[in-house]
C-alpha cells in the first residue's frame, strides 16, 4: 500500500510523466541542475522549426534562452527565435532555422529565481 501511495504521488506531481513525449531529447546540464527535455520538429536546411522545452522540477523557470551554434564553423543561427512560456516549466521557441548541414549545438539558459541553468545539446542536420 505504501509503494503504491509513493507511486501516486510521484504521478500526480509529474516525476514519473516527464517527459511528456517519448521522443524527447535529454539537455545535458551540470549535476544540480533540474532535468530537461527538448521535443522539436526535424531539423532540415533553412526550414523554420518550433520546439519545446519541459523542465522535471517543482522551480518555477522564470526565463528562458535558447540559441543554437556550430562549433565546427564558430557560428551561430542567422535567425532570431522566439520563445513563450506556455506553463510552470514548459516552453515554446519558434523560428529555429539551420541554415547549414552538420553537427549544430543547441544552448539553453533557464533562469529560477537568482540562479541560472546552462544546458546543451546536440542536432545533426543533413
Known sequence: MIRTALLFCLIANGV??????????????????PSAYIT????????????????CTDLSMA???FNAIMPAHQHGMNYEVTVEKI?????????????????????????????????TAEVMVE
Open 87 to 119: 506553463a510552470p516549466g514548459t516552453f515554446d521557441i519558434e523560428n529555429i532555422v539551420f541554415h547549414m548541414p552538420g553537427l549544430w549545438e543547441i544552448q539553453v539558459e533557464a533562469i529560477s529565481g537568482s540562479t541560472s541553468f546552462p544546458y
Open 40 to 55: 522539436m520538429d526535424p531539423p532540415a536546411i533553412s526550414q523554420p522549426r518550433s520546439a519545446q522545452i519541459e523542465f
Open 16 to 33: 514519473l510523466a516527464c517527459p511528456a513525449t517519448p521522443d524527447a531529447l535529454a539537455l545535458q546540464a551540470q549535476a544540480e541542475a
Open 63 to 65: 526565463d528562458l534562452s
